[in-house]
């Protein structure tokens, strides 16, 4: 299959053999080249398209949704696959999926698209900066009593997401979380405390919901 495509991209004979022995490489395929399709699983067959699709050396490879349906292990070396890809190349990889981890893995520039419209186009980090107006404190208490002095500490609009046997977690608007988080350290039994940014899937749902109600209003 490797060498009829190898015909159709008009790829020299040196030049094919050389890149079908460096992508097997990187993919751990040596072991299934000579294995009838049929008896492929889904990760070897989805290792055999990557090196079908890239024989001819694309300056733009498009993924749609290329860890779907394989196991957390084969989705980790077919991310690291992607990045070493593209380290190696340069070549411009555009990737679509549902998968957050492998937009977080491997995504520089994000484009966020609800009903053919451009919602978001920027890096990974202005993203959450951008348009999720609330960060999350992880808080973790030598004991669990004397909470009840805790709402003077935290500013009207931060909520308490979840309380379990001395674990906290707090939605704290992004600019009240250094006050709030200073007040928390010194006034209570805190073991430890970590702040950080909202799950991608939550600020993305939030960009996806925000913009359905704007086009129901809108539709009204």
Do not use: W
């Amino acid at each position: 299959t490797f060498r009829v495509l190898g015909e159709i991209y008009h790829v020299p004979q040196a030049a094919l053999n050389e890149t079908i022995n460096e992508l097997t490489d990187l993919l751990d395929a040596q072991l299934i080249l000579t294995k009838p399709v049929r008896n492929l699983s889904l990760g070897e067959r989805m290792k055999c398209e990557l090196i079908a699709a890239l024989l001819h050396r694309p300056a733009v490879l498009f993924l749609d949704e290329p860890s779907l349906g394989l196991d957390v292990s084969m989705q980790r070396r077919l991310r690291q696959f992607i990045a070493e890809y593209n380290r190696r190349t340069g070549a411009t990889v555009i990737l679509t999926s549902h998968y957050m981890a492998d937009v977080s893995a491997l995504c520089e520039r994000i484009i966020l698209i609800h009903q053919g419209k451009l919602l978001y186009d920027g890096s990974l980090p202005d993203l959450s900066a951008e348009l999720a107006p609330f960060k999350l404190i992880q808080l973790s208490l030598d004991r669990d009593d004397g909470l009840e002095g805790l709402p003077s500490l935290l500013s009207p609009e931060t909520a308490v997401l979840s309380q379990n046997n001395g674990r906290l977690t707090l939605r704290v608007p992004r600019g009240d979380t250094p006050a709030v988080a200073a007040r928390l350290l010194s006034s209570m039994p805190v073991v430890d405390l970590s702040i950080e940014n909202p799950p991608l899937e939550a600020v993305i749902d939030q960009v996806y919901q925000e913009a359905a109600q704007a086009d129901a209003h809108h539709d009204e």
